[in-house]
């Protein structure tokens, strides 16, 4: 159940026709900030009154618990709407976030990779349920929080996905794997989504008194460069603190450099994406 014990319904429709931008956050290593990024993201975007979808993909469900959502209160969620084929508006639920809506992890997300794969077009499970025939979904964006790896849980985002936002830890090794992902992505293009593309790389847990996060970010700049996004999201205990509490980082500390940072990095995103005004009433 959501933190307010209603589903979302329509109460996310927006004012137009226009289709959603649906961004799949992926990246096969885990730890990197893809789950943190996801919530902070959408809860920032969802600030700027843009109406957000999360759907969260991973059977970890972290996601979920972030916002509110503890394991022992799940329901039907990911899995329903992907394995049975249910639609968001019955499964969306409303959040602490006044327009962010959830699909949360459900209990049964963690056997779907071995159902799917004797499912009929089971590639495309997730795009038919984002891309009704009748109308489009009533939000300004989907973000699709992915396990991390490559199995057929993050396939189905990426065919339903118009990009990919690929976060990348400040790390030793971080750039190990992304050029795999950069491959998947372009393969899925090839032979799935010709719409497919990278949104960008957002640099993580950059911790400016550590000299590796700055040629972490060098190496990263030097080699994707400009697709590697100018916002960098800082360490900030904040947001670890935060997302104890179910609570994205806006609603824990909005003055928070973590908080401030994913407001930057959703400005960015409008940006990029050339987004226009949200065209309905607050």
Do not use: W
Request: aromatic fraction near 6%; charged fraction near 20%.
């Amino acid at each position: 159940m959501s933190p307010t014990g209603r589903p979302a319904g329509k109460t996310g429709a927006a004012s137009s026709n226009i289709s959603p931008h649906i961004i799949a956050i992926a990246n096969q290593k885990g730890g990197v900030g893809k789950t943190t990024t996801a919530i902070n993201l959408a809860t920032a975007l969802a600030v700027a009154r843009y109406r957000v979808l999360l759907i969260d993909l991973d059977p970890q469900g972290n996601a979920s618990t972030g916002l509110g959502i503890d394991y022992a209160n799940r329901r039907a969620g990911s899995y329903a709407l992907m394995a049975e084929n249910r639609s968001v508006d019955e499964l969306a639920c409303t959040t602490l976030v006044p327009l962010l809506s959830l699909v949360p992890s459900d209990n049964e997300l963690a056997g779907a990779e071995i159902e799917l794969v004797d499912m009929e077009k089971r590639e495309y499970r997730l795009a038919e349920v984002l891309s009704p025939p009748d109308a489009p979904l009533a939000y300004d964006f989907i973000l699709i929080d992915c396990p991390p790896s490559l199995g057929l849980l993050t396939l189905n985002a990426l065919v339903a996905a118009h990009s990919v936002l690929v976060p990348l830890q400040c790390e030793f090794f971080a750039l190990e794997g992304v050029s795999q992902l950069i491959r998947t992505v372009e393969r899925v293009r090839r032979a799935f989504n010709s719409k497919l593309h990278v949104q960008g790389l957002v640099l993580t847990m950059f911790d400016r008194r550590n000299n590796l996060s700055e040629l972490v970010a060098a190496d990263a700049r030097g080699f994707f460069g400009e697709q590697v996004f100018e916002t960098v999201i800082p360490r900030n205990i904040r947001i670890s603190e935060a997302q104890s509490y179910g609570k994205p980082a806006h609603l824990y500390d909005a003055k928070s450099s973590g908080a401030l940072a994913y407001d930057r990095l959703a400005h960015e995103l409008l940006t990029r994406t050339n987004t226009p005004a949200p065209g309905h009433a607050s």
